[in-house]
């Protein structure tokens, strides 16, 4: 997706943006809560020894089946420490489920959790929870760093690990394994084995296991367990007969005493009857249950359940069952969902009756069955009452849609296939996940919808559409803007139809009349027209249909009011880029920056920092660098202004400055403006950062010599491209062919050009410009293997028409290179003086911008150019001064892999004859900010790094001045004449 992510929006009105801009994902509280030991257990010294006796290595695996205690062992282990008058480790407990599957939803809770044994810890990756892909390894690394800061060791619990089947997740957890802190130790309990190097990390003495074989009840504890938990005063040999028929299975053993319970008393269960029912003992009914419990092990569990919903009150068992589909539990949720108002209690009874409900929180206010035990419940509810079943998720739905969980309610409304009440859900769903990044999401809930029902509501269609526009589908858009725009063809009136209220259940919407749609939110409805224009320029601009894209845009402005900036915005926008496609930079410019300062106009930051990338790159198509660095900077210092968690955009801020500072030779600067882009990731970058990031990733290879890595990153690039109406003015296989001329595969790129269709004849045009320069490169490589004159005749014949288009077009960027260009091909005949012409050209259109990789990047035959091109410049100082930078540049190039030119006079390398060691270009910022009347923290600022960072730089600066402090370092920068 293009970073101008504001265009897919202009179908929202402002409320609904303000509203979606205001939500964020939501931590479960209860997720993160160590669950409490039960008031009666059963001590097993034995484990929490070998337990305890692990925490030197890495990793405790818990893992066996459903119903051996796994969870139970880990909540009493640290209870022990918690006991323990020395002090004890800190724990962070993370309670999973299916919905971590989702890799940014896992990292959120899993900082979320850490945050419980320090609350800083992870602050700098707070908006990872957006991210609907999971941030790079580098972003771990920040996270584990951070880890490393903890003074204390602590603990951190995964519970239930076995719902994970996410790869991501497991390689994100591979990767904390591999580089865990000493001072913290992981705990994981699972069913299954999990994807991890357990093999490696057992070779390594780094893991205790503990399995079904260690953790299944001894004769001993099933005793304590039978009759001293559970109050059933069982004789040594009916507690053997029911431990070698469980095989130690707690959860068996646990089904088993309930049911035996149920033959004590059939009273009903209640706060104040548990408590009796585990104090009667022994009935004959007991002993002949012991005789009969027998039978294959694959049917115990089902064979216990139905014995136990059997022996309970009516009440009860009614309750169960019709509770069963729920994922947690609440007082107020039993409620809605069994039309009672005595749900709290019943979870109260039935947890201390240890029924397999187990709490969630220290107040006892959320709670959750055993997954086993619901498993077999909701079985039996869809067979018992298979038609009760919708309306009980009907009536969930309706209580999370109530209490502000809309995720909760269109899941249940799914389930209930009451498709009328999720379609609203979801369509209101829209704004909010829209502004977090979460079109997977909503799209797996749209399209669980009949498609006739999406068909009859035209404010669905229309964000189904978007969405589609979202993932780069622009044909599969087309068609759902086409549903939507037969009903506004109609010319009906939204009054016609529509539900009582949006979220309502099938049996209480209002039928619309036959031929009607039907309209949850009718201003919604009212603005479709401009949506859909907007919609139809954003299509044909992607597709190259400059005219089209035109008239949509035009058509969304007419429809619009003036000061409806929101909504004008991506129209205008639109129009600018038809503008940059056609080559008319400066009007694009103009038109990009007007809806930028639009969008600021209505506070909406998010919008105006993600036009951004779009001005920096036409200043540098137009060769401007410093301005195009001075769109990124502003942007960084208005986001940056507005705090913690940092927009979406910021990562592509810091990567579009990161290529920038490359181009002008500032390497240092350049890499941290990387490595913090890719610390940031996908969660604070838009939809086209990654593809963005893999680009300049292969530049910096290609740069650093490593053609290949350069190949991976293109390639890399490729499977994140998608179809947007930004123009492609450096299309990838264009970037490839570039990269097969620098590895001598000439007859790879020579295919590319044929396949191309490209020639030196061709009629020349803006967006192919990038394509008939890279020919050009071809050519001259050709001549140079072959030397042949054909090849580097039709090169200098192409490079000549292109000169005139681009100077016309006002497209220094692309002047410049092919002036380089030019230069080479001269070069390549021998011809040095016929090459120093368009090269001092070059270098006087370069110098006043910085350009450094422009010339560097070319090589040794570059080199020698700008060696005898000094030779005839030293009276000019500042060209002469320009050249030795170049020159420099080549040798640090040369330092790091990169190519490698013939030795340059040492005169060449810029250094102060009386330093002895030189400053960086960085720390000669610092050094010259030193100098003004900025305190610490506002240089920090103003350079965009941090105050730790600053501090760094100004300790170097006065270890290599030889001084104490800022007005000694000012001087003595005077006397060396470094301002």
Request: charged content about 20%.
């Amino acid at each position: 997706m293009s970073s101008f992510y504001f265009v897919r929006q202009a179908s929202e009105l402002h409320r609904l943006w303000d509203n979606a801009c205001s939500m964020s994902t939501s931590i479960l509280a209860t997720k993160l809560y160590v669950p409490s030991p039960r008031p009666k257990v059963v001590l097993r010294p034995r484990l929490i020894d070998r337990l305890s006796e692990g925490l030197h290595r890495k990793l405790t695996l818990i893992s066996a089946p459903a119903g051996f205690g796994k969870t139970s062992l880990v909540s009493e282990w640290i209870q022990t420490f918690r006991q323990e008058s020395t002090p004890s480790p800190a724990v962070a407990w993370l309670s999973l489920d299916e919905g971590d599957n989702d890799p940014a939803r896992f990292l959120a809770y899993l900082v979320a959790t850490l945050q419980k044994v320090t609350p800083q810890i992870g602050a700098g990756i707070m908006g990872l929870r957006q991210s609907p892909q999971l941030p790079t390894e580098t972003a771990l690394t920040i996270l584990l760093n951070e880890i490393t800061a903890i003074p204390d060791n602590f603990l951190l619990v995964l519970d239930d690990y076995h719902v994970i089947d996410a790869k991501p997740v497991d390689q994100a957890l591979a990767f904390l394994l591999e580089h865990l802190p000493p001072q913290m130790h992981l705990v994981i309990t699972t069913r299954e084995d999990p994807q991890l190097p357990l093999a490696r990390l057992r070779a390594r003495g780094q893991m205790t296991e503990l399995r079904a074989t260690d953790l299944r009840f001894t004769p001993a504890e099933a005793a304590g367990f039978l009759n001293q938990v559970m109050g059933l005063g069982l004789s040594s040999a009916e507690v053997t007969i029911l431990e070698a028929r469980t095989e130690g299975w707690i959860a068996g053993l646990q089904l088993a005493a309930l049911s035996m319970q149920g033959r004590v008393s059939s009273a009903e269960i209640s706060a104040s009857s548990v408590e009796s029912l585990t104090s009667k003992q022994g009935t004959p009914g007991v002993a002949h249950f012991v005789k009969a419990f027998a039978g294959d092990n694959r049917y115990i569990v089902d064979y216990l359940v139905e014995e136990v919903l059997q022996r309970q009150p009516e009440r009860v068992r009614s309750f169960l069952l019709q509770t069963a589909m729920l994922d947690r539990l609440s007082g107020g949720l039993c409620d809605a969902v069994t039309g009672q108002n005595d749900g709290l209690v019943l979870l109260d009874a039935l947890e201390r009756g240890n029924l397999f409900v187990v709490p969630l929180d220290d107040t006892r206010h959320w709670f959750r069955y055993h997954h086993l035990f619901a498993d077999v419940l909701a079985a039996h509810a869809l067979q018992e009452q298979p038609a009760q079943v919708p309306i009980l998720h009907q009536r969930a739905s309706a209580w999370y849609a109530a209490n502000g969980l809309p995720a909760d309610a269109i899941r249940h409304a799914l389930a209930a296939k009451d498709f009328a009440c999720a379609a609203g859900l979801i369509e209101q769903a829209w704004p909010a996940m829209d502004g977090r990044f979460q079109t997977a999401t909503w799209l797996g809930w749209a399209g669980a919808l009949p498609d006739e029902l999406i068909r009859t509501r035209p404010v669905l269609s229309v964000a189904y559409a978007w969405a589609l526009l979202n993932g780069g589908d622009l044909e599969a858009a087309a068609a759902r803007f086409e549903d939507a725009e037969r009903w506004l063809d109609a010319g009906l009136d939204p009054e016609a139809a529509r539900p009582a209220q949006p979220g309502a259940p099938s049996a209480q919407i209002v039928a619309a009349p036959r031929g009607y749609p039907v309209i949850v939110d009718e201003e919604q409805f009212r603005n479709l027209p401009a949506s859909i224009a907007t919609a139809r320029a954003y299509i044909a601009q992607a597709s190259g249909d400059l005219p089209g894209s035109v008239k949509y845009g035009r058509r969304a402005l007419n429809l619009l009011p003036e000061g409806d900036y929101l909504r004008r915005g991506p129209a205008a926008a639109l129009l600018g880029l038809a503008q940059w496609a056609s080559g008319d930079l400066e009007a694009a410019y103009h038109a990009l920056a007007a809806a930028m300062t639009g969008f600021q106009k209505i506070g909406n930051l998010h919008f105006a920092t993600s036009v951004t990338s779009g001005l920096a790159d036409i200043r540098t198509v137009q060769g401007r660098l410093r301005e195009a660095i001075e769109c990124y900077a502003k942007a960084l210092q208005l986001v940056l202004a507005q705090g913690e968690p940092l927009i979406r955009g910021t990562a592509n801020l810091y990567l579009g400055l990161s290529e920038l500072y490359h181009e002008q030779g500032n390497q240092e600067v350049a890499i941290q403006h990387l490595l913090h882009s890719e610390e940031l990731g996908d969660q604070a970058g838009l939809p086209d950062w990654r593809y963005r990031l893999y680009r300049t990733q292969a530049r910096f290879k290609e740069a650093e010599g490593d053609l290949s890595g350069a190949l991976d990153r293109i390639d890399a690039a490729e499977r994140h491209h998608r179809r947007t109406p930004v123009p492609d003015l450096r299309p990838l296989a264009a970037l490839k062919a570039r990269v097969w001329v620098a590895q001598g595969r000439l007859s790879e790129a020579l295919r590319w050009a044929q396949e191309q269709g490209l020639s030196v004849d061709d009629e020349l045009s803006f967006l192919r410009e990038f394509e008939h320069i890279t020919l050009a490169r071809v050519l001259i490589a050709q001549h140079q293997r072959d030397q042949t004159d054909g090849s580097i005749h039709a090169a200098m014949k192409l490079l000549a028409r292109l000169l005139p288009a681009a100077e016309a077009g006002g497209r220094t960027g692309s002047v410049l290179e092919i002036l380089v260009l030019q230069a080479l091909a001269h070069e390549a005949q021998g011809n040095l003086p016929f090459a120093l012409a368009p090269l001092k050209r070059a270098l006087t259109l370069a110098e006043p911008e910085g350009y450094v990789r422009l010339f560097v990047d070319e090589g040794l035959p570059m080199a020698r150019l700008l060696a005898a091109a000094a030779q005839g410049m030293l009276a000019d100082r500042i060209r002469s001064g320009y050249i030795k930078k170049l020159l420099a540049a080549f040798e640090d190039a040369t330092m790091d892999g990169g190519p490698t030119p013939e030795p340059s006079p040492a005169s060449f390398v810029l250094r102060p004859a009386s330093l002895v060691e030189p400053l960086s270009d960085r720390e000669l910022e610092v050094l010259k900010l030193l100098g003004t009347e900025l305190n610490g923290p506002e240089i920090a600022r103003r350079l965009m790094v941090s105050l730790n960072t600053m501090r760094t730089h100004t300790k170097n600066i006065y270890n290599k001045l030889g001084v104490n402090d800022r007005r000694a370092a000012t001087r003595r920068a005077e006397e060396l004449g470094l301002y």
